[in-house]
């Protein structure tokens, strides 16, 4: 499911400062993954336009890239482990882990075409690739004490449909591969049941906590507070 865990050491509790070394890596590693988001997307929608839209094409471009760039997000797991941003551990360890079961246990550990070429990994990729677009971009410039207010309302409300786009892409790649999850292991099926059963549970507490935080940066007394 689409992240919301934050890469910076803003607060408005005031906060313990970050150290200008952590900092720098920071804005770094934040800028490297809006790049490598970027590149993802930039190709996924050229191959769209270059054949048609025939989706079936997608996978073969951007697939390797996308498996390694998001394996890259374990780094925010330590970065939460090191303290280097506010993030709980568990949240982002879970957040994370929930695409990687794409990436890896989905993607990779079972490499059909009613996988890999279904419309739905396309659909996934590219509402992945626009939230961490803006997602890595938000937190970088927020490191250096930017914040265009454009990008602020696209963080907090591109989420209404990108959500329900990424989550219902990802349940759906997972349901393409149940069939072929006895070649794995046979216990390897019910656990992709399981997942596909997490999902409305998990979707629900994300996109109500995502709106809740809409409220919080964009409600009236935000609106108010930039008159």
Same mark, same amino acid.
């Given at each position: 499911? %689409?992240?919301?865990? =934050? #890469?910076?050491?803003? @607060?408005?509790?005031?906060?313990?400062? *970050?150290?200008?070394?952590?900092?720098?890596? $920071?804005?770094?590693?934040?800028?490297? =993954?809006?790049? %490598? !988001?970027?590149?993802?997307?930039? #190709?996924? +929608?050229?191959? $769209? $336009?270059?054949?048609?839209?025939?989706?079936?094409?997608?996978?073969?471009?951007?697939?390797?890239?996308?498996? !390694?760039?998001?394996?890259?997000? &374990? $780094?925010?797991?330590?970065?939460? &482990?090191?303290?280097?941003?506010?993030?709980?551990?568990?949240?982002?360890?879970? #957040?994370?882990?929930?695409?990687?079961?794409?990436?890896?246990? *989905?993607?990779?550990?079972?490499? +059909?075409?009613?996988?890999?070429?279904?419309? @739905?990994?396309?659909?996934?990729?590219?509402? !992945? =690739?626009?939230?961490?677009?803006?997602? /890595? @971009?938000?937190?970088?410039?927020?490191?250096?004490? &930017?914040?265009?207010?454009?990008?602020?309302?696209?963080?907090?409300?591109?989420?209404?449909?990108?959500?329900?786009?990424?989550?219902? =892409?990802?349940?759906?790649?997972?349901?393409?591969? *149940?069939?072929?999850?006895?070649?794995?292991?046979? %216990?390897?099926?019910?656990?992709?049941?399981?997942?596909?059963? *997490? /999902?409305?549970?998990?979707?629900? +507490?994300?996109?109500?906590?995502?709106?809740? #935080?809409?409220?919080?940066?964009?409600?009236?007394?935000?609106?108010?507070?930039?008159?």
């Amino acid at each position: 499911m %689409a992240k919301s865990t =934050s #890469q910076t050491a803003s @607060s408005k509790r005031a906060p313990k400062p *970050i150290h200008p070394v952590v900092n720098a890596y $920071l804005i770094v590693y934040n800028w490297a =993954s809006f790049a %490598a !988001w970027f590149y993802v997307l930039f #190709q996924t +929608v050229n191959v $769209l $336009l270059a054949t048609g839209n025939d989706y079936t094409k997608v996978y073969d471009v951007v697939g390797d890239h996308l498996v !390694w760039i998001q394996t890259a997000a &374990l $780094l925010e797991v330590l970065h939460s &482990l090191l303290g280097f941003v506010k993030s709980p551990v568990g949240t982002t360890a879970m #957040q994370v882990a929930s695409r990687l079961l794409l990436v890896w246990g *989905i993607c990779t550990l079972i490499p +059909v075409p009613e996988v890999r070429t279904h419309w @739905s990994f396309t659909t996934m990729t590219i509402a !992945w =690739s626009i939230t961490e677009c803006i997602r /890595y @971009s938000y937190y970088a410039l927020n490191l250096v004490n &930017l914040g265009p207010s454009w990008l602020v309302w696209c963080r907090y409300t591109f989420f209404f449909i990108l959500y329900p786009v990424g989550a219902g =892409s990802e349940a759906l790649e997972i349901y393409q591969a *149940i069939p072929f999850a006895h070649n794995v292991h046979p %216990a390897y099926y019910y656990y992709l049941w399981a997942m596909i059963a *997490i /999902y409305p549970p998990g979707f629900f +507490v994300m996109y109500t906590h995502m709106i809740g #935080q809409r409220k919080r940066y964009l409600g009236p007394a935000k609106s108010k507070k930039a008159e």
